[in-house]
């Protein structure tokens, strides 16, 4: 693999280099321009990748750029970048950046956007990958062989559907989490200690995806093979639609996607 340069080296990019670097991808091959002192540090002890503190000259050599700074500071990292990256192929896993601001601000319109979520971490993410008509199938080969080892990928035909992509699962893990949360409150309300409702909790989640994902099954159907009229399983789900927590839920998802195309008109302007 030609060399990549990542512009911001923060969690996300950590966990791409990580996953690159696992995969057999040599430490030359990587380099992260990234401000601080401390990260760029750690990324070299981490990783043994070269880390630079400004953007210069050597990044011509890169085939791609993967773009991982916070939104904010995309326009002022785009800057000094811009002269030395042209030529190459784009992967921007911010939020908030549309394609349109990135090819501009790049000089190519050779840009895919990813979406991906925290847990890339560990290499159990999920990312939505939108490609702009100027990226070839190799190109799109290319994307998904760097994302590989921080999960699974989900390509998407246009790219408001990344909106959508960002309230699921670019959200979501705050959501389990927040599952979880009440899950280990009722723990404790219910005479167990919270450390005993977080591993159960965590341990439903994790087998009731499993099982999810090796079925044939929707989801549904499953649900109902646990749901006897009458019975413990039946008396939560009909007091959580006395609440409406469906319909809440999805509310929310809604919400967070209308947030989304909010954040994409106020980090997309030049």
Request: glycine share 8%; aromatic share 6%.
């Amino acid at each position: 693999m030609d060399t990549i340069a990542f512009i911001g080296g923060g969690n996300m990019a950590s966990a791409i280099v990580g996953g690159l670097r696992k995969s057999g991808v040599e430490a030359r091959a990587i380099v992260v321009v990234d401000p601080g002192d401390a990260q760029r540090d750690k990324l070299q002890a981490d990783f043994g990748v070269r880390a630079l503190p400004a953007a210069d000259a050597s990044l011509e050599a890169a085939s791609l750029v993967v773009w991982a700074v916070k939104p904010q500071y995309f326009q002022a990292a785009a800057l000094p970048c811009a002269p030395h990256v042209d030529r190459a192929l784009h992967l921007s896993v911010m939020a908030g950046i549309r394609s349109d601001a990135i090819a501009r601000a790049a000089r190519t319109q050779r840009v895919v956007r990813a979406m991906p979520n925290t847990p890339a971490l560990i290499g159990q993410g999920i990312s939505g990958l939108f490609a702009r008509d100027a990226v070839s199938a190799d190109e799109r080969a290319t994307v998904v062989r760097v994302l590989a080892p921080t999960g699974r990928t989900l390509w998407v035909e246009r790219e408001d559907d990344l909106d959508a992509v960002t309230a699921l699962s670019g959200s979501g893990p705050a959501y389990v989490f927040y599952f979880v949360e009440a899950m280990m409150q009722a723990a404790t309300e219910m005479g167990l200690s919270a450390e005993q409702g977080k591993a159960l909790a965590l341990a439903t989640f994790s087998g009731a995806s499993a099982l999810a994902g090796a079925s044939d099954e929707p989801p549904q159907v499953l649900r109902e093979r646990v749901t006897s009229k009458g019975g413990t399983t039946f008396a939560a789900l009909s007091s959580l639609e006395a609440d409406g927590v469906k319909a809440a839920f999805v509310k929310a998802l809604k919400a967070a996607q209308q947030r989304a195309r909010e954040l994409g008109d106020e980090f997309g302007r030049d």
